[in-house]
């Protein structure tokens, strides 16, 4: 297992059952996109970049809104899980793998009008990995180029109670999380029909608005819209600009 981050949710076979993994974040999904949708509109964004794709739906859904969107996948699994839905739903889109734990890494010519990354800046990167992964999506923006990113502090972080649920394929996943201060932690246990146990521990950490500012400012970035979300947890979305004109 990646230590401190999420590794099984997404190879397979557990990669098929990541919505029922990440029950009780992003329940609230539908309510973002749209919002999501409009700001990329708004900003003329043509071409633009999910960076943790996952099972594809944002693709699908800014897709068809006459926006080209990439992915970024963590697995090669989830690339090809995604990647079928895709071709299922006629959407055209390129997905490229890069693991969550290392730097971002994308072919040197690629270039967004947009970029878009959910859930991303509370994984408990150090804020020198936090800081080389934002000037890295500045290099792949083009001047003008927008980002957008939620992050969540926990005061008003409601912990989901233990849980244990049973998958269509007969794979039991319990849930537990606690809150130990500014980090959020999620214990899961993957026990597949027939197979022992596969147990994994994953922390998210709190993020201020303040330290979201000064990364960004750091990076060469301005923030140029910010929203407060009152969704099933309450959380932040934000897009920052790459200026048009900077030496940096």
Avoid at 108 to 116: E, K, Q, S, T
Avoid at 137 to 151: A, K, S, W
Avoid at 191 to 212: F, H, K, M
Wanted: proline share 6%; net charge positive; glycine share 12%.
């Amino acid at each position: 297992m990646m230590k401190g981050f999420l590794d099984l949710p997404y190879r397979l076979p557990f990669a098929r059952h990541y919505a029922e993994f990440d029950r009780g974040f992003y329940v609230d999904f539908p309510v973002q996109l749209r919002l999501m949708g409009r700001w990329l509109r708004q900003h003329g964004c043509r071409r633009t970049l999910d960076i943790g794709a996952m099972t594809g739906g944002c693709i699908e859904y800014i897709t068809g809104l006459g926006i080209r969107m990439d992915g970024i996948q963590f697995t090669e699994d989830v690339r090809r899980l995604a990647a079928a839905r895709l071709r299922k739903a006629g959407v055209a889109s390129t997905l490229f793998v890069s693991p969550v734990h290392a730097p971002l890494r994308l072919p040197g010519g690629a270039r967004y009008d947009g970029a878009v990354s959910l859930g991303w800046l509370n994984l408990p990167f150090p804020r020198s990995g936090l800081l080389a992964t934002l000037r890295r999506i500045r290099r792949l923006l083009v001047p003008g180029g927008v980002f957008l990113f939620d992050f969540f502090g926990f005061k008003d972080l409601v912990v989901d109670r233990p849980d244990a649920r049973l998958l269509p394929d007969g794979t039991a996943l319990l849930s537990h999380a606690e809150r130990r201060g500014g980090t959020l932690r999620r214990t899961h246990v993957w026990i597949p029909r027939g197979g022992g146990p596969r147990v994994e521990t994953s922390e998210l950490v709190d993020r201020s608005a303040g330290e979201a500012e000064g990364l960004l400012r750091e990076a060469g970035l301005e923030v140029v819209r910010r929203k407060r979300l009152e969704l099933n947890y309450p959380r932040e979305f934000w897009a920052a600009r790459r200026p048009t004109s900077s030496a940096r």
